[in-house]
């Protein structure tokens, strides 16, 4: 059963921007800690950032931080991943996730979408 449903995915040019959304009927996802991941084919899964439950601060690895940012609405029970300057190697399959333990690592989180898919043409 899926639990969170992603959405935004596309083709894109360098440079450009795309604002991807997880959202869930069946969890109230402000309760939860949120991540996104990406994969990229032969790559191993990577952390993209991550909200903690009932907070609006969200963590951003290093070199992403200032493209990308996250961003809560809870009278819509949504996240969002907003993307800017957008390059070829952003190209992945993207993924949000929900927990109650920490943003550590994909491991700790329960309740994984089944994805969409970012492609940043040169």
């Known amino acids: 059963q899926v639990q969170v449903v992603e959405s935004g995915g596309g083709l894109v040019q360098a440079g450009g921007s795309l604002r991807l959304s997880c959202t869930s009927s069946t969890l109230t996802l402000r309760d939860y800690i949120i991540a996104w991941f990406r994969q990229a084919p032969g790559k191993e899964r990577e952390g993209v950032g991550c909200?903690?439950?009932?907070?609006?601060?969200?963590y951003i690895p290093p070199s992403m931080k200032g493209r990308f940012t996250i961003s809560r609405n809870n009278a819509e029970n949504a996240l969002y991943l907003q993307m800017n300057s957008l390059k070829p190697e952003d190209t992945a399959m993207y993924y949000c996730a929900a927990g109650v333990r920490s943003c550590s690592q994909p491991a700790d989180f329960d309740y994984w979408g089944q994805g969409t898919q970012v492609t940043v043409s040169s």
């Open positions: 909200i903690w439950r009932n907070d609006d601060i969200a």
